[in-house]
């Protein structure tokens, strides 16, 4: 269900902002089938992504 998918979202951003889980954690989640959920993941990649996460932020900019 979404909800549980956002309450995951919101566990990996505590790690994400501590460096202690790579970005590839959130790359399936930029492709769920839910808007919003794709949206928090990719804002996501955005502010705690490393540069290994630009070329996949330029492919889900390319599909819009």
């Known amino acids: 269900p ?3 998918r956002f309450t995951a ?14 970005d590839s954690t959130l790359y399936p989640l930029i492709q769920d089938k839910n ?6 993941a990719i804002r996501m990649l955005g502010e705690f992504g ?12 390319a599909d819009q």
């Open 2 to 4: 979404p909800q549980m």
């Open 9 to 22: 979202l919101w566990i990996l951003r505590r790690h994400l902002r501590s460096r202690t889980l790579p």
């Open 35 to 40: 808007t919003n959920l794709r949206t928090v």
């Open 50 to 61: 490393t540069a290994q996460a630009v070329p996949v932020l330029e492919v889900v900019m």
